[in-house]
């Protein structure tokens, strides 16, 4: 089925990269997907507009470019929101609120409204995507099951694994508050090259020594959840509602948009 907001629904707080301030409005549409107004310029929600993956999810066209997208588009496809037009009213990326997709989805869990009963999902090709460490692979099933291998041990922490069947209410409890994080060994060399700049302990979780730094975990397995979260927002980049299972290890944004071109090439649906 089509979903979309009921009214229009405003969002304002630094971006984690830029540091600058940044304030979007989501407005209700009937159609068209999820796209980004930046300007007069129409950004789609789909792979073919993506240009870059260091650290978040940035689409462009034309020139200009929208950043750090992916926990927008996580609440959206795990709250079934299928069309929405976020409009930029000020700056390029989207405010990292308290880190995690928490806010987005409450707020599209209130304001959400059923517009069309006829779009159904479509079935995951069987397929394996493997590249260095990285393996995601999926089968086709009823519904969508998502198994996640978070390995940090190159941090000295222990591997983290997850699986859920994504739901919106699912989504919403298990997911969605899982924050971004950072590990304090990279947060100079981030800066260096201009990331981080609005990041702190308040919205994203910096590991150090094995903890969160001035930070608490908000939840069990937090930083595997969050991968999670980061996966379900490259992966609706495809376009599509999907049914299916899918199991991914040591995967990030890189790895997670290769698969999602992959799965394009050799699925049936265009």
């Not at 507009?49 to 992916?70: F, I, N, W």
């Not at 987005?104 to 069987?126: N, Q, V």
């Not at 020594?209 to 495809?238: A, Q, T, W």
Request: charge should be negative; hydrophobic fraction near 35%; charged fraction near 30%.
């Amino acid at each position: 089925m089509r979903r979309t907001i009921k009214r229009t629904i405003d969002f304002q707080g630094p971006g984690i990269h830029s540091g600058e301030e940044a304030h979007i409005r989501l407005h209700p549409a009937e159609s068209g997907g999820i796209r980004f107004r930046l300007g007069e310029t129409l950004i789609p929600a789909h792979i073919s507009y993506k240009t870059g993956d260091r650290r978040g999810t940035t689409l462009g066209r034309d020139g200009k470019a929208v950043q750090t997208v992916e926990h927008l588009l996580a609440a959206c496809y795990g709250m079934g929101v299928t069309d929405c037009l976020v409009e930029f009213i000020s700056g390029t990326e989207l405010p990292i609120l308290d880190g995690s997709a928490l806010d987005f989805a409450r707020a599209l869990e209130k304001e959400s409204m059923i517009t069309d009963s006829g779009l159904s999902p479509r079935l995951l090709p069987e397929l394996r995507y493997e590249k260095d460490e990285a393996l995601i692979e999926s089968l086709p099933a009823k519904g969508l099951e998502i198994s996640f291998l978070y390995d940090g041990s190159r941090f000295g922490l222990a591997p983290e694994e997850y699986s859920l069947t994504v739901t919106p209410e699912s989504f919403l409890k298990e997911i969605a508050p899982a924050r971004t994080f950072g590990f304090y060994e990279e947060l100079q060399m981030l800066k260096k090259a201009g990331l981080a700049r609005g990041g702190t302990t308040d919205n994203a979780l910096v590991i150090k020594e094995g903890r969160p730094l001035k930070n608490e975990y908000r939840m069990e397995g937090e930083l595997v959840r969050h991968k999670i979260l980061d996966f379900l927002g490259d992966l609706s980049l495809c376009g599509y509602r999907v049914e299916g299972r899918i199991r991914a290890e040591r995967s990030g944004h890189y790895h997670n948009t290769e698969y999602v071109k992959k799965m394009l090439e050799v699925s049936l649906w265009q």
